[in-house]
């Protein structure tokens, strides 16, 4: 399974997800915000792994975890549905977002959980789940975070 020419995935919508948490919803666990602004120390890193739901449950027990959040990234489609995404017609990857204090956890110690816990040598698959949304990935916000990425 490849990722689709662009002009080949799903248009999308200008609605957002339907089902996505609201603004002022918390962490079901942390009690933390979902949303941005996050405290100022804050870091954040999105992880594709495969399915975002059990990926988020390694992370968010970690300390110095601040939060977490699943949703779906590197696509094309606007806002797209979980169905969408699952038609393989949208590109997105299944991710985490782990928002995290760097003075309690490092971005090294993420990436372990992240390298031990899945196989990224099978492409765009974990274990049954199979498509390109359960492609490996790592999205980082910042030059530092490229490079303890690619030194990992």
């Known amino acids: 399974v490849e990722l689709l ?6 248009a ?3 609605s957002p997800i339907p089902d996505a948490p609201g603004k002022d919803e918390k962490h079901f666990l942390l009690g933390t915000p979902m949303y941005p602004p ?3 120390n804050m870091e954040m890193v999105s992880l594709g792994m495969g399915c975002f739901w059990c990926s988020e449950n390694l992370f968010m027990r970690m300390p110095g975890v601040h939060s ?3 949703g779906y990234a590197q696509g094309v489609t606007k806002n797209p549905s979980y169905e969408e995404v699952c038609s393989g017609r ?6 985490v977002r782990v928002v995290y204090d760097p003075t309690k956890i490092t971005l090294g110690d993420i990436l372990k959980v992240f390298w031990e816990r899945h196989d990224p040598t099978t492409l765009n698959q974990q274990g049954n789940d199979r498509g390109t949304q ?9 030059d530092a975070q490229r490079k303890v990425a690619e030194e990992s």
Do not use: M
């Open 38 to 40: 996050f405290p100022e």
């Open 68 to 70: 977490t959040h699943v």
């Open 134 to 142: 359960y492609r490996s990935g790592i999205y980082y916000y910042n």
């Open 90 to 95: 949208t590109n997105h990857n299944e991710v």
């Open 12 to 14: 999308g919508t200008e």
């Open 5 to 10: 020419e662009k002009n080949a995935c799903i």
